[in-house]
């Protein structure tokens, strides 16, 4: 029963009212957290960093673990750096401090460590630090319920845990990449961390083997395929402003999703012993693919990590899923994996792997930690105000700013132009080409735009020196670089 | 980005799909959710809005261009996962002042054939109200906007939008009832 207006609109269909209203200011940083916590939730997403990947797909535990060794020294700053950047940290050694500011509260300790950085771009390293006595022995990897850092500009940054070399040790290791449009060197930043939860993965002792099960159960192989409801029709040839890019992205989803799917079959095969949560409900051929149906029920306390197939011949050709799609009933979430794997003369050269994820335990608390950007600047800024292209699209180049490791680009934008689509595209425009012909794999890149001024980042991969830098290509311009 | 486009990134692309609809939409979105959950922690607004963002790509195949603007199916998700996080939390502050929301007697809206019924009579109610007053009833009541904001928009004096809501409510009430709404 209810007596209040407002509840009275709740099932409502207002969608053909002509609704005006205000919008609120959202900065960019707002917007990629938003973005990044949209994505997590719908696990869309997999992260790449420093040209590794990893993707478990537990929604809370997107976490890329980096894997170091021993502890070592360099020029003051910490030895992580030295195991991210290798030799190229020469390059670097000028740029960072030592922070070691630190908060306490419920026997955990968070402290930031140092901070290396250029005028726009910058890396922040940080611990947990359980009080004497506990350690992270367990716990493989962590993952912050809220994580954020107080800049005084827009910008983004992403963090990743790094696999610790001393697993008994009270401490785990964080790294924070970022960057803002305006200058950060020499701001107060806050870093808050809050409510952390600790998981294991491993291997599940009685592993499910599909093809020693197909071939003990035929009746798999001879099922009577559905029609994929999930498949939208294809009208793109009806819209006339897509990109012929763009036609070719949605004509590849459309060919990856299948026409027929495997029915629901309730089969209920366990992935690993003594676990109800995670089962397969159905696998089989499906248009010359292998298929995979696997629940995982919304349990806090297990979830499925990564899960892939390996040549039994050859262990470095690793294959994960093609295409995977949800789906969700009675409270069951239901993952369709597609494998490129035609049939079973294919599977018999492949085994799975996968990870069962277990939920150790969650700290309640609020961790903040303030600090200041105080690292020595070594940013070259050049001069540039010519105009430049890009996706069809005037600006005019003002400066670029250039460090080991980022390069900075400011844009003011053309006004006079009137598109129709305000979308500035500017995503792989920009790169930095190396004197002796090779390109700068970025780790990272981003970009502010309001309507006057836009700004590119890009972080490298690894450091450079800045010396040997040939050229930068910034659209349809290229600026040479001595 | 067009409001096709983006239905079928969201379809085909979801991640970028995502990513276009954030950033077309996520102001609208903010606005919506802060009127409703306020604004005592941005990280709560900002997990609020991820949520709509979320849900949008999960509904994204029940919204008929033919019915309306992807605009306003954004609205009624926002509205709706941003009550469900007012609903979740402790200590609440009042949406709308009660003396202004009650109705003073109860409709049935649990029943799915009184619900039915009762949806379709508070539809026709609120298209029957003369302008101003329905756009003033649907910025209060669906879109929690202030009085005084509903007066700006509308270039009205606050005290006339809340003389028209006033006179609004007493209309509705007795149009649900002359309708036969079932209580």
Request: net charge negative; with cysteine; hydrophobic share 35%.
């Amino acid at each position: 029963m209810m007596k209040k207006i407002h509840e009275l609109l709740d099932d409502i269909n207002m969608e053909d009212e002509n609704i005006d209203i205000v919008e609120s200011n959202i900065s960019k940083e707002e917007k990629n957290r938003i973005l990044e916590m949209a994505l997590k939730k719908a696990e869309l997403k997999r992260k790449t960093f420093f040209g590794r990947k990893s993707i478990l797909p537990l929604a809370a535990a997107m976490t890329l673990i980096l894997s170091f060794a021993a502890v070592f020294a360099q020029g003051g700053l910490s030895n992580i750096y030295y195991k991210l950047f290798g030799d190229n940290t020469k390059y670097v050694r000028e740029m960072g401090t030592v922070i070691n500011e630190s908060c306490s509260s419920k026997g955990i300790t968070l402290n930031v460590a140092s901070m290396l950085g250029d005028e726009n771009a910058f890396y922040i390293i940080f611990e947990l630090i359980k009080d004497k006595g506990e350690s992270f022995e367990n716990s493989d990897y962590i993952y912050f319920d809220r994580l954020s850092l107080d800049i005084n500009s827009s910008g983004g940054y992403t963090w990743y845990q790094i696999e610790d070399d001393d697993k008994n040790d009270n401490k785990a290791t964080f790294i924070l990449a970022g960057n803002t449009k305006k200058k950060v060197t020499g701001d107060k930043l806050t870093l808050r961390v809050a409510d952390f939860t600790e998981y294991n993965t491993k291997e599940p002792v009685n592993k499910f083997e599909p093809y020693s099960f197909l071939v003990n159960n035929q009746d798999f192989l001879e099922q009577v395929l559905v029609e994929n409801l999930q498949k939208s029709t294809r009208d793109i040839e009806n819209i006339d402003n897509y990109s012929i890019k763009e036609k070719e992205k949605v004509e590849e989803m459309y060919r990856l999703t299948p026409n027929y799917v495997l029915p629901w079959k309730y089969a209920n095969i366990p992935m690993e012993d003594g676990i109800d949560e995670i089962f397969i409900d159905n696998i089989g051929f499906v248009e010359n693919k292998l298929c995979i149906r696997i629940a995982r029920s919304n349990s806090e306390d297990y979830s499925l990590g990564e899960i892939y197939f390996v040549n039994t011949n050859n262990s470095e050709e690793i294959l994960y899923a093609d295409f995977m799609f949800p789906e969700e009933i009675n409270d069951i979430n239901y993952y369709y994996y597609i494998y490129d794997i035609k049939d079973m003369e294919e599977l018999k050269n492949y085994s799975l792997y996968y990870d069962i994820v277990d939920k150790l335990n969650t700290t309640i608390g609020e961790w903040s930690v303030t600090f200041k950007a105080d690292y020595k600047n070594t940013t070259e800024t050049k001069r540039i105000n010519k105009e430049v292209t890009i996706d069809g699209k005037r600006y005019t180049v003002k400066n670029i700013k250039i460090s080991p490791i980022a390069l900075n680009v400011e844009l003011k934008n053309n006004l006079s132009d009137k598109y129709d689509d305000p979308v500035h595209e500017l995503y792989g425009k920009v790169s930095v080409i190396m004197k002796d012909g090779r390109k700068i794999e970025p780790s990272s890149s981003g970009s502010s735009s309001n309507s006057i001024n836009t700004s590119i980042n890009l972080m490298f991969n690894q450091p450079v020196n800045t010396a040997d830098i040939g050229k930068i290509i910034i659209g349809d311009m290229e600026i040479s670089y001595d | 980005m067009n409001d096709a486009k983006l239905v079928n990134l969201l379809k085909y692309n979801p991640s970028k799909g995502l990513e276009a609809a954030v950033d077309q939409y996520s102001g609208l979105v903010k606005t919506i959710v802060v009127r409703i959950i306020g604004y005592d922690k941005q990280q709560d607004v900002e997990e609020t809005v991820s949520d709509v963002f979320v849900e949008l790509w999960k509904s994204i195949g029940n919204f008929d261009p033919e019915k309306g603007q992807l605009k306003n199916f954004i609205i009624s998700i926002a509205r709706f996962v941003s009550l469900n996080t007012y609903n979740r939390k402790i200590l609440k502050h009042e949406l709308i002042p009660l003396e202004e929301d009650d109705l003073k007697f109860d409709v049935d809206l649990d029943n799915e054939v009184s619900k039915s019924i009762n949806k379709e009579i508070i539809r026709e109610t609120i298209n029957s109200l003369p302008y101003p007053d329905k756009d003033i009833f649907i910025r209060r009541y669906y879109l929690f906007e202030s009085v005084k904001e509903i007066a700006q928009y509308l270039d009205l004096t606050p005290k006339s939008v809340e003389n028209k809501l006033y006179r609004g409510k007493d209309k509705l009430k007795a149009a649900l009832i002359n309708n036969g709404i079932i209580i």
